[in-house]
């Protein structure tokens, strides 16, 4: 199969192209079996192509289908790879993919433009597939373009409600900007390595050794990686960009699910994982990585805190955890970077497949305010959500457990110029984790628990079908067993089999060892961190069960920081102010107004305008009396003669008269 | 022998008149006059500067000069009927239905 490996990817884009060219007359069912089908298989596929490689024992799989690109000595072709990164990614892409077009069947069941919708979730699968495949940055790029494309067209899927629509708008604006900066680092790399070919670029700078000017704190290599991690702040929703994707929860639930929490929004991590030998050469850039992405985690958990719609405090979760990722990445520790991705895809998707079930179960309800005392009518739903929640918030044995600890642990250790710009990294990301257990548990308990906040004769809150429960139920066992990859981390001698697998990637750039004293600060970090994340569940647990009243009165006491906090630091308003609205002025101003219709149709009209003056003047001389016209004629005649004879410039010929 | 500039002044002031009497005459068979007029003028100086130049090319250009004012007698001859018909007038002034 390994050898078929574009098999993986074409499935996806024949199953949108079917349902998108014949699916608007089919009826659901055959839809269904098309979308799913194509990603089932896509995943059987992924699977055995993966059986395969790991079996056949080789550090990494290449292979070159066919060239798309070539000019000159520079060559873009259509290359996949698999590595033990690749490996994670395909699985986590293909699988939670699947899993969230099942439970999309269901959820979207109703709902007008069905085909539509599969198609483009299918399209989307492709371009993910491409962007993780791919074996050279500009076929990445192909990929990285595609599913923001696909994200912009699922954001504004409902395009008749305006606040979508502008969504979508803005998530594909504000990507463009860090877009535009990963095509300058790729450039930047071209221009230094001559190719942008993973292995090429990579190698070259192992064997050969790197350039002195290449390396060093203000080299072309820090520009690059900074470059490409302005496009990663972009699509992975960092710290100054992160603004699109609260927005994008326009989107249908699964949408939200697939694209804005498990898949597309990793693609910032990987690329920067992927990338990982560059920025192991440009420490400045690592630690911006490492800074943006904690500020990103600390300051998204805090917006997280006080919203109330449900599917916006797991965006700002999203966030806050997409921070987290990038933070590992920035202290080296890029597996356990992509181990968070993973288990954050598994319980990120459960969080938003079952606030979707919620939604559905409320008819459309999205305000935690309106609901509460859930937990008995829907107990699959709160079961399961419970189950991400305690994943995300760090309790053993749950997955985020583990790959949040293996984060936390990294930035303690991490050394730049000394220890303390690790041990502010670490006391961070436990605050965040401390942010995060308090915002997940406030919304469960506002959720499903408490005094009932609805009205029962307007609601009939029932279960989901269980075309949608199924798939929570597995990724509720994911997001249980998905970190137990790390668990013996923690006995004595114990290994990390997930850094153990992707030892070939990530190599002898990760801190090595895990004995003795290291083991012992472990387990004490471990304490630690499920310390804090029990007290914020705690916290959560007796502000809003044991004493709601307090929560009013804490709003009351901190006011200024609440509304702050409940408009988002008022960053959207700053944008809109600084960029937006001088951008507005230009392009009116300016741009429509000076440029276009005074210039440009200026210039038109008045060359309309004169043409017509000139011939308003130049008619009366034609005044229909013949003797005027004979007139004319001798003058005419005397010009030509005059000219023939007393041409003043030289020359030999006039009107092709020889003098 | 009379000299060649003597030819050529009468041949410029019949050519002037020709030309005034264009511009300034009202009755349109005294315009068609005029422009025989200049034709002959030209005729004239034509024939004088072949006789100066001891060539023939002058004389062969007023022969053909006369044949094209036949035809054009002929033609402007017929139109200057066709007017005096519809319009019971000679006078240019008031042949002016191209005015706007």
Redesign the interface.
């Known amino acids: 199969m390994l050898e078929y490996l574009w098999i993986v990817p074409l499935l996806p884009l024949l199953g949108s192209a079917v349902n998108g060219l014949f699916g608007a007359k089919w009826p659901n069912k055959i839809v269904n079996s098309v979308a799913i089908g194509s990603t089932g298989l896509s995943f059987l596929f992924a699977l055995e192509a993966v059986r395969e490689f790991v079996d056949s024992g080789q550090v990494l799989f290449h292979k070159e289908f066919f060239t798309w690109i070539a000019a000159g000595n520079f060559r873009a072709g259509f290359d996949l790879q698999m590595d033990q990164l690749t490996v994670v990614m395909v699985l986590v892409v293909t699988g939670v993919g699947w899993l969230i077009h099942i439970y999309a069947t269901g959820y979207m069941a109703h709902e007008v433009g069905y085909c539509r919708f599969f198609s483009y979730l299918n399209l989307f699968m492709f371009f993910m597939l491409i962007l993780v495949l791919a074996a050279n940055y500009v076929l990445l790029f192909v990929g990285w373009e595609g599913v923001g494309l696909s994200s912009y067209l699922l954001i504004g899927f409902y395009f008749l409600k305006k606040s979508a629509s502008d969504a979508g708008k803005k998530a594909f604006i504000v990507n463009r900007i860090g877009d535009f900066g990963f095509m300058l680092g790729m450039f930047l790399l071209f221009r230094a390595f001559q190719t942008l070919d993973f292995q090429a670029i990579f190698t070259s700078s192992t064997l050969q050794g790197w350039p002195v000017e290449l390396s060093g704190h203000l080299g072309t290599l820090t520009f690059a990686c900074l470059l490409i991690f302005m496009g990663a702040c972009g699509k992975s929703a960092q710290l100054p960009l992160y603004v699109w994707l609260p927005d994008a929860m326009e989107g249908p639930t699964p949408v939200s699910a697939l694209i804005h929490a498990a898949t597309m929004v990793t693609a910032g991590v990987y690329v920067v994982a992927r990338s990982h030998i560059l920025f192991a050469h440009a420490p400045t850039a690592m630690l911006v990585v490492a800074i943006v992405g904690c500020a990103t985690a600390f300051f998204a958990a805090t917006i997280g805190l006080v919203q109330t719609d449900i599917k916006k405090v797991l965006a700002y979760s999203t966030v806050s955890q997409l921070g987290y990722m990038f933070l590992a990445c920035g202290v080296g520790a890029f597996s356990a970077g992509i181990f968070h991705l993973m288990t954050h895809a598994f319980f990120k998707a459960l969080l938003f497949l079952a606030a979707g079930s919620v939604i559905h179960a409320m008819g459309g309800e999205q305000d935690v305010n309106r609901m509460g005392g859930l937990s008995k009518k829907i107990r699959w739903t709160y079961l399961t959500m419970l189950t991400a929640t305690l994943a995300i918030a760090g309790f053993p044995p749950f997955a985020g457990f583990f790959s949040k600890d293996s984060i936390l642990l990294s930035a303690f250790q991490s050394e730049y110029r000394g220890r303390n710009v690790g041990y502010a990294l670490y006391g961070l990301g436990l605050a965040t984790a401390l942010l995060t257990a308090f915002y997940m548990f406030r919304l469960i308990f506002l959720t499903f628990h408490g005094k009932q906040r609805y009205d029962e004769h307007h609601v009939h809150v029932h279960e989901s079908p269980n075309s949608m429960l199924a798939p929570l139920m597995i990724l509720a066992v994911l997001s249980v067993v998905g970190g137990w990859f790390a668990a013996p981390v923690f006995l004595p001698g114990g290994t990390d089999y997930f850094a153990k697998f992707l030892q070939p990637v990530f190599g002898g750039l990760e801190a090595a060892g895990t004995e003795g004293e290291v083991h012992s600060l472990e387990l004490w970090l471990a304490v630690i961190a499920f310390a804090i994340a029990l007290g914020g569940a705690m916290f959560a647990h007796w502000l809003y069960l044991e004493r709601p009243e307090k929560a009013d009165g804490l709003v009351k006491s901190l006011k200024p920081a609440y509304t702050t906090l409940l408009n988002k630091y008022y960053v959207d308003e700053m944008y809109a102010a600084v960029v937006v609205k001088p951008l507005l002025w230009i392009s009116t101003n300016v741009l429509w107004k000076a440029a276009d219709v005074a210039g440009i149709d200026g210039a038109v009209n008045g060359i309309a305008d004169g043409t017509t003056a000139i011939g308003d003047g130049v ?1 009366h001389t ?6 005027s016209y ?2 004319w004629v ?1 003058v005419g005649a005397v010009v030509v003669i005059a000219v023939i004879f007393f041409w003043p410039f030289g020359g030999k010929t006039v009107l092709g008269v020889v003098r | 022998m009379v000299p060649t500039n003597y030819y050529v002044i009468l041949s410029a002031i019949l050519f002037g008149l020709g030309v005034f009497a264009f511009i300034f005459k009202r009755n349109i068979i005294t315009i068609f006059m005029s422009i025989e007029l200049m034709l002959n003028a030209v005729n004239l100086a034509f024939v004088a500067f072949s006789q100066a130049l001891g060539k023939l090319d002058g004389q062969v250009f007023v022969l053909f000069v006369i044949v094209v004012a036949a035809a054009e007698a002929a033609v402007g001859l017929g139109i200057i009927i066709l007017i005096a018909r519809n319009r019971q007038t000679l006078n240019v002034e008031r042949v002016d239905l191209l005015k706007l």
Do not use: L
Request: aromatic content about 0%; hydrophobic content about 30%; cysteine-free.
């Open positions: 008619r034609q005044s229909g009396n013949t003797r004979a007139v001798v």
